[in-house]
């Protein structure tokens, strides 16, 4: 790790703020609201001193851990094109966002909790998430593995491009398509049915 994150913190107080949020992670996936901070600290392998440096109250930190999240989700786009071409990357990072669903599904209880003390944990998500998936598509239109249309409806209109020409499909359609695949087989019983489906999202996405 190095020395110093781009905000300037030290290497080890990055490191604790890292154990503290995967271990608040797991914490309120699995006991939701009801999850102490004294048995995250614990669970971080710090104390509980050093929770409260990093996030002052509960809600600042059910907030960093759905953003760290999103923040996961996000740059994962522009990693997995540097290894896999556009049509491969997008769906791959339709199972992260499967699983990126899941999480706040489980979070869901703490989440609605900060959202009734003021916080806004959801802000700019959807704009974020169709930026990455916008990227990808627009990565698969320029290596020929993904419609050449693809890419660019977030940018013209409401009705996906201009009179006389046909729609485009952007980031935002994407994501629609995703989160209706998740409302369906989100659940992990039906992880299966929801990989068969982004396929043929996919598929239907793919250069022809």
């Known amino acids: 790790m190095a020395a110093s994150t781009r905000r300037g913190m030290r ?33 971080a392998g710090v104390g509980i001193g050093t929770l409260y440096r990093h996030f002052p109250t509960r809600e600042a930190l059910v907030e960093a851990v759905y953003r760290n999240e999103l923040d996961r989700l996000c740059d994962a786009a522009d990693d997995l094109l540097t290894r ?44 974020r998430m169709g930026a990455a998936a916008g990227r990808l598509l627009a990565a698969g239109a320029a290596d020929g593995t993904l419609r050449s249309a693809l890419g660019r409806s977030d940018h013209i209109g409401t009705d996906g491009g201009t009179r006389g020409e046909k729609p485009c499909v952007g980031g935002s359609d994407v994501l629609v398509g995703m989160s209706g695949v998740c409302m369906t087989a989100g659940e992990p019983d039906g992880r299966a049915q929801a990989g068969r489906l982004l396929d043929l999202l996919v598929d239907g996405l793919r250069a022809r």
């Open 11 to 43: 290497a080890d107080a990055a490191r604790n703020r890292e154990l503290l949020l995967d271990a608040a992670l797991a914490a309120f996936a699995a006991g939701g609201a009801d999850a102490t901070l004294d048995g995250i600290a614990r669970s």
């Open 84 to 127: 896999m071409p556009a049509d491969e990357a997008l769906r791959a990072w339709m199972d992260r966002f499967v699983d990126y669903m899941v999480t706040k599904k489980h979070m869901a209880d703490a989440l609605r909790a900060v959202v009734a003390s003021g916080g806004t944990p959801f802000a700019h998500s959807r704009e």
